[in-house]
């Protein structure tokens, strides 16, 4: 069973940054998609970013594109997820979620297995 724990969220004005944590435990494989979505209250979750754990390219949200960047620590078993330029329309409940069927996508919730608890991050104008 993997369990995946979220930190780092936060309040912070617009325009500053957070980077979020997702540590990871529990069996890993190296084809594993860690993915970051998020939840404003009242809209579905939705994508915002996602890797693999054993390399490869980056996916990202429009809404996040030049913004956040999603990066990996095999060594932690941690993913990152980094938000510069925040906007109030980032204000979310934040959740990392894993899976390991690697020929899935990143983009759907139903494609991942594990999720963790969530963080809350608050930004205000």
């Known amino acids: 069973q993997v369990q995946l724990v979220e930190s780092g969220g936060g309040l912070v004005q617009a325009g500053g940054s957070l980077r979020l944590s997702c540590a990871a435990s529990?069996?890993?494989?190296?084809?594993?998609?860690v993915g970051w979505f998020r939840q404003a209250p009242g809209k579905e979750r939705e994508f915002v970013a996602g890797?693999?754990?054993?390399?490869?390219?980056?996916y990202y949200a429009d809404s996040v594109k030049g913004r956040f960047t999603i990066s990996r620590d095999n060594a932690k078993n941690t993913v990152y997820l980094q938000m510069n330029s925040l906007e109030p329309e980032d204000t979310a409940v934040y959740y990392c979620?894993?899976?390991?069927?690697?020929?899935?996508?990143?983009?759907?919730?139903?494609?991942?297995?594990?999720w963790g608890q969530g963080t809350h991050v608050t930004v205000s104008s």
């Open positions: 979620a894993a899976d390991s069927r690697s020929w899935l996508g990143f983009t759907s919730s139903t494609a991942y297995a594990y």
């Open positions: 890797i693999r754990l054993n390399g490869g390219p980056t």
């Open positions: 529990g069996p890993t494989f190296s084809g594993v998609r």
